[in-house]
């Protein structure tokens, strides 16, 4: 068996000059280029990792971007009023929240603080709510990332049986929903401590993992033929979910990290600014 890479590097690479030629048709309408507001929670030493990448693909599509840095150690009030504050003048097209959220930061409270017509990543009740029932198929930028990567490359997931390895969430439940929209039989979220995890993960044909913790799955349990997606790498050293240490050249299909679902992530973000920018 062949196993088809995902390649999200390459696939983003492809589709950068159509964003770029949509963002210079959109400044040529409006006189100013889509505009994107990145909030970033820093770390002690005040850095803002995955940062400076995005606001280079930014630039290389034409999109404005500034970031908003939130020290560690500020309150979810303070946090919202400094994002509120960037946003005053108006000609934001979009906001996107850079994840891990910080212990001071209540998420959900975050989130809903957003405005709705700036809310590209999906993070408001109220978006949330219009994707899970139907009224609006835009899901999550990083689902997104991971649907071009399987339409691209295609890998059909229809009928397959599927698991997202992750805490229950808005995002993991859209990140499930949306695979539904695409075919595949879902089953429920799987907790990444769950006991009965290796065995979850053996039985499904498509397996999400976005835990947020390196190694959570190894690839020595993902089933002969099965369709692996990892949504995981929020940590200094970019490691995966999965950890392909056992091989992986069992498997019919796999995002890798790194290479796969981040940089599409980028690029599915700089394609979601311009397409709000389209509708305003």
């Known amino acids: 068996m062949t196993v088809r890479v995902l390649d ?20 040529g309408r409006r006189g100013h280029a889509p505009a994107l507001v990145i909030v970033a929670f820093s770390d002690s030493q005040g ?23 939130i020290p560690p150690g500020t309150h979810t009030a303070d946090a919202v009023s400094r994002m509120h504050e960037a946003l005053h003048d108006g000609g934001c097209d979009g906001v996107f929240v850079q ?16 405005p709705v017509a700036l809310d590209i990543d999906i993070m408001t009740p109220v978006r949330t709510a219009q994707f899970m029932n139907g009224l609006d198929r835009l899901p999550p930028v990083t689902v997104s990332a991971g649907l071009l990567l399987l339409h691209e490359y295609d890998v059909s997931i229809a009928d397959r049986r599927g698991v997202v390895v992750a805490d229950e969430s ?37 397996v999400v993992v976005a835990a947020a913790s390196p190694g959570t799955v190894q690839s020595t349990t993902l089933s002969t033929g099965a369709v692996a997606i990892d949504a995981g790498y929020f ?7 999965i950890d392909v240490s056992g091989g992986v050249d069992h498997l019919s299909a796999i995002s890798p990290v790194p290479g796969g679902i981040g940089p599409m992530t980028v690029a599915a973000l700089i394609e979601r600014v311009v397409l709000f920018a389209e509708r305003n």
């Open 8 to 27: 999200g590097a390459s696939l983003a690479r492809r589709r950068a000059p159509m964003i770029a030629q949509r963002s210079a048709a959109v400044r």
């Open 47 to 69: 850095r803002v990792p995955h940062v400076q990448h995005k606001l280079r693909k930014c630039a290389d599509a034409g999109v404005d971007a500034i970031v908003v840095t």
């Open 99 to 114: 994840f891990p959220f910080p212990d001071a930061i209540d998420a959900g409270a975050f989130a809903a603080a957003i």
């Open 170 to 206: 808005p995002f993991s439940l859209m990140f499930r929903a949306a695979l539904m929209l695409e075919g595949a039989d879902m089953g429920p979220i799987v907790a990444p401590d769950a006991t009965d995890l290796v065995e979850r993960v053996h039985a499904a044909e498509l």
């Open 235 to 241: 940590n200094p050293g970019g490691r995966g979910d």
